[in-house]
């Protein structure tokens, strides 16, 4: 059922509950007329009679009852009231006829038994005669009925235009309603450049001026959403450029300078071991094979954080590279804490995560000058948290200009905001630096070769 049906039916109904109340009020009325209309003609055709039998009284009482019947006889009823003569034994002598006002009709017993009452008859002795008076409401209970049902055929004919006239009315009023459905299935569909015009009805046009707000805002939304996915997407195409570069740089390394360097230890391992009778010589030769042995375990280190780490669990990721860091870094106690669960991460959460803690413990070795550092990777609420903490010099009340050595703090920023998480560097306040990390775990990013 629409709704311009149920309000015109609900209007209706009221209007009919309206009629019901003026209907009851009007049988009430009506029947409290019609008793004082019997009763009073019933006294007055009590005082009639009572009239007419003293005034029969005067003439011979052989010749009574004949002459009250003569008087009685031809005027039938007297005011609606019906009238019988009975003698002493309760015999019916006379019994006026039925009455000649709308015969042959009569209103229903049960609306006959709302409007009139039960009225004792009336008795007048004449004589030897008795004349009852029965009050008789028939006619008027019949003009009542009457009244009512043409009054229930007006009610019914001005509920019927009530309904059609409020739903014409509703519908007319409510017409824009289709435009605004209509509105909101092209929104749905992706035209956020559909608007409404502003509507005459005050409750419509509010309607339309909070859709178009809505649908500004939703275009303004796209617009940002537009933009933010496009500098994402350069974002993605840096770190990819960014990344080929490192792998490039890391075969640079590895095919020119660590072969060379390889070269130039064994040569110098060479002339070490022929120059022993020229100690001079041989002491060279040995801090030539001290020094490119230690820029050869620099050159390991440097390639192991260009190269994209091979997909493992984060967990025995974080625990290779730290026991690594410990025997390249002894001086410094190195602690890892790890909350990781059984649930597994993705590859590119995963490898962003070990890309900061790389960097955190890079910048911990070149800065921070400490003596104990802290590795904290836990999940929580569905994010992955990274704190790379150390007791050392701290950021001196600034940020500093090598915290991430330069670029590293940066790419670090951009990995982390590409699978939309967030990353900072804090001061405690027993001293130090914390590099914080927090990671959304479901982020709908790209896949890792895009974004690494």
């Known amino acids: 059922m629409s709704l311009h049906t149920r309000i015109s039916l609900v209007l209706t109904a009221l209007a009919a509950g309206l009629l019901l109340v003026l209907a009851a009020l009007w049988v009430h009325g009506t029947r409290a007329a019609i008793n004082e209309e019997i009763e009073a003609a019933a006294r007055v055709s009590e005082q009639w009679l009572v009239a007419l039998g003293i005034e029969l009284r005067k003439g011979a009482d052989e010749t009574l009852a004949t002459r009250?019947?003569?008087?009685i006889q031809p005027l039938g009823r007297i005011r609606a009231n019906g009238v019988e003569i009975l003698d002493r034994q309760?015999?019916?002598?006379?019994?006026s006829p039925a009455p000649t006002y709308k015969a042959?009709?009569?209103?229903?017993?049960?609306?006959?038994?709302?409007?009139s009452a039960d009225?004792?008859?009336?008795?007048?002795a004449i004589g030897e005669l008795d004349v009852v008076i029965r009050p008789d409401a028939s006619r008027a209970v019949l003009d009542a009925w009457d009244d009512v049902t043409g009054m229930v055929g007006w009610?019914?004919?001005?509920l019927a235009i009530l309904f059609l006239g409020v739903r014409v009315a509703l519908a007319k009023a409510l017409r824009p309603l289709d435009l605004v459905m209509?509105?909101?299935?092209?929104?749905?569909?992706?035209?956020?450049?559909?608007?409404?015009?502003?509507?005459?009805?005050p409750e419509l046009g509010s309607l339309s001026r909070a859709f178009n707000g809505m649908a500004d805002r939703l275009a303004h939304a796209v617009d940002e959403n537009v933009c933010l996915e496009a500098e994402r997407e350069v974002a993605r195409r840096m770190q990819g450029s960014l990344e080929a570069d490192r792998r490039a740089v890391a075969r640079e390394l590895h095919d020119e300078l660590a072969q060379g360097i390889t070269a130039v230890r064994a040569l110098a391992g060479a002339i070490a071991q022929r120059t022993e009778a020229q100690p001079d010589v041989q002491g060279y030769a040995g801090n030539i094979v001290s020094v490119t042995g230690q820029m050869q375990d620099g050159i390991r280190t440097i390639l192991h954080r260009l190269r994209k780490p091979a997909a493992e669990p984060l967990l025995a990721s974080l625990e290779r590279n730290l026991a690594a860091w410990r025997q390249q870094h002894p001086e410094i106690e190195l602690e890892g804490v790890y909350e990781l669960g059984d649930a597994p991460l993705s590859?590119?959460?995963?490898?962003?995560?070990?890309?900061?803690?790389?960097?955190g413990l890079t910048n911990v070795v070149r800065h921070a000058q400490a003596r104990h550092a802290e590795v904290r990777v836990w999940r929580r609420s569905g994010d992955l948290e990274i704190v790379v903490a150390d007791d050392g010099v701290g950021l001196g009340g600034e940020p500093s200009a090598q915290a991430g050595s330069g670029l590293g703090l940066t790419g670090m920023v951009e990995r982390v905001e590409l699978?939309?998480?967030?990353?900072?560097?804090?001061t405690p306040a027993a001293g130090g630096c914390r590099l914080v990390a927090r990671i959304p775990e479901d982020f709908p990013g790209p896949a890792v070769e895009e974004k690494l």
């Open 68 to 71: 009250t019947l003569a008087a």
């Open 90 to 95: 309760g015999g019916l002598i006379y019994r």
């Open 104 to 115: 042959g009709r009569g209103a229903p017993e049960w609306f006959s038994g709302l409007l």
């Open 119 to 124: 009225f004792a008859p009336r008795w007048v």
């Open 155 to 158: 009610a019914l004919g001005v």
């Open 182 to 201: 209509a509105a909101l299935d092209r929104t749905g569909q992706g035209r956020f450049d559909t608007r409404l015009p502003v509507f005459e009805v």
């Open 347 to 359: 590859d590119e959460l995963a490898g962003c995560a070990l890309r900061i803690v790389q960097e």
């Open 419 to 426: 699978l939309g998480g967030v990353l900072r560097l804090e």
